[in-house]
Nanobody, 126 residues
Framework: QVHLVESGGGLVQAGGSLRLSCAAS????????MGWFRQAPMKEREFVAA????????DYADSVKGRVTISRDNAENTVYLQMNSLKPDDTAVYYC???????????????????WGQGTQVTVSS
C-alpha cells in the first residue's frame, strides 16, 4: 500500500512554469511505475506522463511532449512533474498515480494504476 500526496499546483500565466511534486509514503515508491494524469472540467481523466521504477524510462502524452519533464527521487520517495510553457489548455486537476503491475510499457492506461493522490489544481490564465 502506498499513500500519495501531490503539491505544487497553483495559478500561473500562460508561458509560465510550475513544478508538481508527489510524495509517497508507505511502501517505497521505487517498487512502482509512477504516472501523472490530469482532468479538466467536463473532460475525462487523461494521461500526461509516466516514469519507470529506476527513472530511466519515461513516456509523455503528445500534448505535453517537449514542455513537460517527469522525474523521480527514489531516496526521497518523490516524483516530480516540471511543466514549462504552460497553456490555458493545461488547466486541470493533476493527479499522481502508482502502478504495481507488470504490464508492458508504456503505462498510459488509467486502469493499471493502483493508487491515486487527491490531486492538485493547476490553472493557467491567458
Amino acid at each position: 500500500q502506498v499513500h500519495l500526496v501531490e503539491s505544487g499546483g497553483g495559478l500561473v500565466q500562460a508561458g509560465g512554469s510550475l513544478r508538481l511534486s508527489c510524495a509517497a509514503s508507505g511502501r517505497t515508491s521505487r517498487t512502482y511505475v509512477m504516472g501523472w494524469f490530469r482532468q479538466a472540467p467536463m473532460k475525462e481523466r487523461e494521461f500526461v506522463a509516466a516514469i519507470g521504477r529506476s527513472g530511466g524510462t519515461t513516456d509523455y502524452a503528445d500534448s505535453v511532449k517537449g514542455r513537460v519533464t517527469i522525474s523521480r527521487d527514489n531516496a526521497e520517495n518523490t516524483v516530480y512533474l516540471q511543466m514549462n510553457s504552460l497553456k490555458p489548455d493545461d488547466t486541470a486537476v493533476y493527479y499522481c498515480a502508482a502502478d504495481a503491475s507488470t504490464a508492458v510499457w508504456p503505462r498510459r492506461d488509467i486502469a493499471v494504476y493502483n493508487y491515486w493522490g487527491q490531486g492538485t489544481q493547476v490553472t493557467v490564465s491567458s
